[in-house]
């Protein structure tokens, strides 16, 4: 399984950015997907997952109201709407597959950097 992540870039706060991840490979609707962030200095962090089939979504308590993440099974894809961005929303972030409803991400895309300025 392989992800590519794509749609980073610089804007500016209270801007807003959507990110992809293309998933290749496996049975895409088998899949569990999220998404990830890792800050300079920081671990990487939970942003938001959904399931199978895009019906149940969740997500990191700070971003809940300006993020959406939705799916395509159809296009294999995965994408993180991101509204009313922060400087502190700056970092790479990950798309990562979950088997089915399994807990455990088993694989990561290359990340995409996110930079948000003030």
């Known amino acids: 399984v392989q992800l590519q992540a794509s749609g980073g870039g610089l804007v500016q706060a209270g801007g807003s950015l959507r990110l992809s991840c293309k998933v290749s490979?496996?049975?895409?609707?088998?899949?569990?997907m999220a998404w990830f962030r890792q800050a300079p200095g920081k671990e990487r962090e939970f942003v938001a997952d959904i399931n199978m089939s895009g019906d149940s979504p969740y997500y990191e308590d700070s971003v809940k109201g300006r993020f959406t993440i939705s799916r395509d099974n159809a296009e294999n894809t995965v994408d993180l709407q991101m509204n009313s961005l922060r400087p502190e929303d700056t970092a790479i972030y990950y798309c990562?597959?979950?088997?089915?409803?399994?807990?455990?991400?088993?694989?990561w895309g290359q990340g995409t950097l996110v930079t948000v300025s003030s």
């Open positions: 490979g496996g049975t895409f609707s088998s899949y569990g």
């Open positions: 990562a597959v979950r088997r089915g409803t399994g807990s455990t991400y088993n694989y």
